[in-house]
């Protein structure tokens, strides 16, 4: 699976900014996807997670409320709406892919098989 993130940029604190990650090269809806960034001198962190259904939807305690993951398995895509950017919001963003997994590991950066190559949020406060 190879996936392409794209829609980050530069934008004021209290604004929006809407990710998107186009997979190729497998079959999509048969994967989880899962978004997850890193800010710099920090590790990897989970950031939200849909199941290949799209019926569940996980979330980091820090963006929920403000964050919405979707997927629309005809486009190949998955998004993450962020709404009410904070300052703290600022890293790079990945998006990640996963045969069907158990759900324990839907959080886990070891629980993905597949990554992009990243999309940088600026968030000026």
């Known amino acids: 699976v190879q996936l392409q993130a794209s829609g980050g940029g530069l934008v004021q604190a209290g604004g929006s900014l809407r990710l998107s990650c186009e997979a190729s090269?497998?079959?999509?809806?048969?994967?989880?996807m899962g978004w997850f960034r890193q800010a710099p001198g920090k590790e990897r962190e989970f950031v939200a997670a849909?199941?290949?259904?799209?019926?569940?939807?996980y979330y980091a305690d820090s963006v929920k409320g403000r964050f919405t993951i979707s997927r629309d398995n005809a486009k190949n895509t998955v998004y993450l709406q962020m709404n009410s950017l904070k300052a703290e919001d600022t890293a790079v963003y990945y998006c990640?892919?996963?045969?069907?997994?158990?759900?324990?590991?839907?959080?886990?950066?070891?629980?993905?098989?597949?990554w992009g190559q990243g999309t940088q949020v600026t968030v000026s406060s």
């Open positions: 090269g497998s079959t999509f809806s048969r994967h989880d």
């Open positions: 849909i199941r290949w259904r799209g019926g569940n939807r």
């Open positions: 990640a892919a996963r045969s069907r997994g158990i759900l324990s590991t839907m959080r886990w950066v070891t629980g993905y098989d597949y």
